[in-house]
């Protein structure tokens, strides 16, 4: 393999990406190398992309899988794999993080709780260039390959990877990120041991703001849980046939030309008072505000989509407080994950053949190259999720 060379796409500045070439790494010994079969593309890959000024090329994408290509003698020591010790020629899928296990954080709440840790290593992750540390996202320094915009990608000591069977679509194994975010969306709204209230049941009332790839598999979720009623909005009409058809939702409302008090007495209407679930993936301030207004009291409200602002700068023209206190709601997000929660995921995933999950991929390309173009049309009202797979 020491001749072989692999193209990796780097992420350099606004809407800019660069391809380069290095040479395929061999595996230490507590090491492993896929050759990426599939990547998906991610709402926050996109935001990477936008943000505006230029910088040196970092390596990007956390959704992939790939087949093991390279192995070190102590790699199934070193890795957490799921589905039994791996061999040359698996297919994987990755859990993107990698914990420190020594911060507060990881001694608190143990190792591979992701999105809290203060040393959270993230494959794919762009901006972490410091060559001083062993593992940073410079595809100039070894091992190169550091993502999933990627041909291939070299796994550290302390990933945790699940074997893909072999009928299983690359396609489908890659969404394991954004399901397991689905998961531990619907999981935060369980009924609690000891709690005065109710969590999710089979008379759930739900809503899910937005109809995206991460929306539309929350809905099946719920759907598949046995939620009374399942509501989903958005502002495209297409987007919406697609959330009815994959998810089977029991109402899909165009919210596009309602004001903020329109869109609230309107769900409030269909959810008979209000839902006692509202899971809000749209990625826009203004959503947040609104979606604290349609949780019936004691109610549920979990935040998936506003982990950064983009520069929507949305000032509150609401008493949030006052809505908070009011409903006496369950207000939470989702930020930290667990493998546990994605080994759920991909349980999940695994009834593709039951589940219409190919029917979320609407954008298919097959070379590096085209992933500027393919991000410029994640805006359109017919996308829902992009997947890149390579050809043989």
């Known amino acids: 393999m020491t001749n072989k060379t692999g193209k990796t796409a780097l992420n350099t500045g606004y809407y800019s990406m660069e391809v380069k070439e290095y040479p395929v790494p061999e595996a230490k010994e507590d090491g492993v190398v896929i050759e990426i079969e599939t990547f998906c593309i991610c709402g926050s890959d996109q935001h990477f992309v936008k943000l505006p000024g230029t910088h040196k090329g970092g390596a990007e994408g956390h959704e992939f899988m790939g087949k093991v290509i390279s192995i070190g003698e102590k790699a199934n020591k070193a890795l957490h794999v799921y589905g039994g010790e791996l061999k040359l020629g698996d297919r994987i899928v990755v859990y993107p993080h990698i914990t420190c296990g020594k911060c507060d954080t990881c001694m608190k709440l143990g190792d591979g709780v992701c999105g809290v840790c203060d040393n959270d290593y993230i494959y794919g992750g762009v901006f972490d260039l410091d060559n001083s540390k062993e593992m940073n996202h410079d595809a100039e320094q070894w091992p190169h390959f550091k993502g999933g915009f990627s041909e291939y990608c070299y796994l550290y000591p302390g990933t945790y990877v699940w074997k893909v069977p072999e009928d ?14 689905a998961m531990r969306a619907v999981e935060q709204v369980l009924t609690p041991i000891g709690g005065t209230g109710e969590g999710f049941s089979l008379s759930s009332r739900c809503l899910v703001i937005g109809a995206g790839a991460i929306s539309i598999m929350t809905a099946m979720i719920l ?85 950064m602002d983009f520069g929507a700068h949305h000032i509150s023209e609401i008493n949030i407080p006052d809505v908070v206190f009011s409903r006496n709601a369950h207000i939470t997000s989702v930020v930290a994950n667990t493998p546990q929660c994605f080994d759920r995921a991909f349980e999940f995933l695994k ?12 954008h298919r390309f097959t ?7 393919v991000m410029k049309k994640m805006g359109d009202r017919d996308f829902i999720k992009a997947a890149c797979t390579f050809e043989k």
């Open 223 to 307: 759907k598949q849980m046995g939620a009374k009623q399942v509501v989903i909005t958005d502002f495209f009409d297409e987007k919406l046939k697609m959330a009815k058809e994959i998810a089977g939702v029991d109402e899909a409302v165009n919210v596009a030309d309602m004001t903020t008090e329109e869109r609230v007495k309107k769900i409030i209407e269909i959810t008979d008072g209000g839902a006692d679930v509202v899971i809000n993936a749209a990625n826009h301030p203004s959503t947040c505000i609104e979606g604290m207004q349609m949780v019936r009291k004691c109610g549920y409200y979990v935040e998936i989509g506003n982990a």
């Open 168 to 181: 299983m679509p690359g396609e489908i194994a890659a969404l394991l990120d954004p399901c397991a975010v």
């Open 351 to 362: 009834r593709w053949k039951e589940l219409p999950f190919e029917k979320l991929i609407t």
């Open 367 to 373: 070379t590096l190259e085209e992933i500027i173009p």
